[in-house]
Nanobody, 121 residues
Framework: QVQLVESGGGLVQAEGSLRLSCVAS????????MAWYRQAPGKQRELVAA???????NYADFAKSRFAISRDNAKYSVYLQMYSLKPEDTAVYYC???????????????WGQGTQVTVSS
């Protein structure tokens, strides 16, 4: 019923920038918190950044000062602007959102399919 689709990943050189996008689609729904996670091969999935519906943000230590999360409620979208990328940022980045579908009173966590970010040295 509700789907999250990421875009914007790719190959970038160290010190470069990328902007990831995630769009939610469905007939009707309410989006609460949104977030970006990442997972590198052989490592646990980890939070990158999160943002509430009202724009309150939270960042992992590695993301502070380099990454910026934002959202556009009118477009049902969340973005992750990444600056000064490092090889250790290489991972699959996943969009996550707590969503209440229309006609329901409870929300659940939805995940996108992930988008690969590769940073070369």
């Amino acid at each position: 019923q509700v789907q999250l689709v990421e875009s914007g990943g790719g190959l970038v050189q160290a010190e470069g920038s990328l902007r990831l996008s995630c769009v939610a689609s469905g007939r009707s729904f309410v989006i609460n918190d949104m977030a970006w996670y990442r997972q590198a091969p052989g490592k646990q999935r980890e939070l990158v950044a999160a943002v509430t519906r009202d724009g309150v943000t939270n960042y992992a230590d590695f993301a502070k000062s380099r990454f910026a999360i934002s959202r556009d409620n009118a477009k049902y979208s969340v973005y992750l602007q990444m600056y000064s990328l490092k090889p250790e940022d290489t991972a699959v980045y996943y969009c996550n959102a707590d969503i209440r579908p229309g006609g329901t009173w409870t929300s659940r966590s939805y995940w996108g399919q992930g988008t690969q970010v590769t940073v070369s040295s």
